[in-house]
Every structure is written in C-alpha cells, then in structure tokens.
C-alpha cells in the first residue's frame, strides 16, 4: 500500500526566507504527484503538478520537484510572505487519478 | 464559475440517521471521488468513479454508498451514520490523470 510522508509536520520562518518541504512516498509505481494548500476550513487548492514523466514544475515563487526513483519530491518557496501560511499537502497518483496524501506540513510565516 | 459544488456546508447527525452529501461540478469530468479528512491522518480515498454509470471502492468504503446517473453529479449517501463517521468530506474532480479540482468540503458530524 501506497504511504506519503511529510517532513517536518509544522514549520515557522520569517518573513523573506527561502524554504523547503519535503514529501516522500514508498511505491514509485505514481502517474503524477500534487502540491496542494489549504487554508483553515477551507478546500484544497492544487499548487503543482508533477508527471511522472518529469523532474519538476515552477509556478512563480513556487517549484516542486520530482525523484521518482528515490520516492522523494520537494516544494521549494521563495521569498516567503505571510500569505504563505497555510498547510502544504503532497499527494501521489495512482491508477484511475486516485490520490494517496501525506498529513502535511503547516507553515507560518512571521512577518 | 461554479467549479466543484459541495452541499451541505455543516450537517449535524444522530447516530443512526441516514443522508446525502451532494456534489456537483461544471467543467465536464469524467472522474469524480470523495475524500474524507480526519485529524493525523490525512485524505483518505472512500469511493470513486470514471464516468457516468461507474464507480469503484476506495480505501474507506465501509458505510457509504455512491452511484454517478450524470456525468455532473456524484451524491454520498451515509446510509446509517456512526460517530466514526465524523469528519470533514471533499469531493473532487479532474480530466484523464490531470490535476484534481476539490470542493470547498462538508463537515458532519454524528452525535
């Protein structure tokens, strides 16, 4: 069975700091994995995605990369703003565009 | 742009009560799943479906019950609900393996 870890669970940084959150996954057997963030309550939104096929995706301040091998992706943040904060998710696609998640990593950005 | 539509928002429950969670989305995709999201733990995958008359078991299947008669809509039926069942439900939808949309989710919770 598919499994995904996040490291570290929470994490605090000021303002302006460049940052990185690690995922891991046990089976490389993925089609694609997805960054997602969600706010407090609310839905997830998708951040990046990953084909299996690649090595990484940049979306503005935002690039997530892909060692399909090692079952390893990492979201690197630039820059980072207090509009940052929020809980980052990981989570690899299996057969039929089913995802297994990670617990995820809350992030907060002081100013 | 209505994307993926949950409802309700909030629902209170009695153990043993039955009801429906509905989903809907308006970008025409042929795959639809329903994720649960508890405390520690993660998404957890419940049922899913790839198209209109199809749909197939997840990881948490036990206790709910899915059909897809539209290609739009994909309701959750809770036939008898437990207090286990307490959680946070998101509906998602995407095209082929591509990038999943989700709702804004429904938070039950069952006295």
């Known amino acids: 069975k598919q499994e995904v870890t996040q490291i570290p669970a929470a994490l605090s940084v000021p303002e302006g700091e460049n940052l990185v959150l690690n995922c891991s996954f046990t089976?490389?057997?993925?089609?694609?994995l997805q960054w997602f963030r969600q706010d407090p309550g609310k839905g997830l939104t998708s951040l990046l995605l990953?084909?299996?096929?690649?090595r990484e995706q940049t979306s503005g301040r935002l690039n997530a990369s892909l060692d399909k091998s090692s079952g390893r992706s990492t979201l690197y943040i630039a820059a980072s703003q207090p509009g940052d904060s929020a809980t980052y998710l990981c989570?690899?696609?299996?057969?039929?565009?089913?995802?297994?998640f990670g617990t995820g990593t809350r992030l907060t950005v002081i100013p | 742009n209505a994307g993926v539509t949950q409802t309700p928002k909030f629902q209170v429950l009695k153990t043993g009560q039955s009801m429906t969670l509905q989903c809907a989305q308006d970008?025409?995709?042929?795959?639809m799943s329903w994720y649960r999201q508890d405390p520690g733990m993660g998404l957890r995958l419940i049922h899913y479906?790839?198209?209109?008359?199809?749909?197939d078991q997840g990881e948490v299947p036990n206790g709910y019950n899915v059909s897809r008669s539209t290609t739009e809509d994909f309701p959750l039926r809770l036939l008898s609900a437990a207090p286990s069942q307490t959680s946070v439900y998101f509906c998602?939808?995407?095209?082929?393996?591509?990038?999943?949309?989700f709702g804004e989710g429904s938070r039950l919770t069952v006295l």
């Open positions: 998602a939808s995407g095209r082929g393996l591509g990038e999943l949309f």
């Open positions: 089976d490389s057997a993925i089609y694609n």
């Open positions: 990953i084909q299996s096929s690649q």
């Open positions: 989570a690899v696609v299996t057969g039929a565009n089913n995802l297994f």
């Open positions: 970008m025409n995709h042929e795959y």
């Open positions: 479906s790839v198209g209109a008359g199809i749909t």
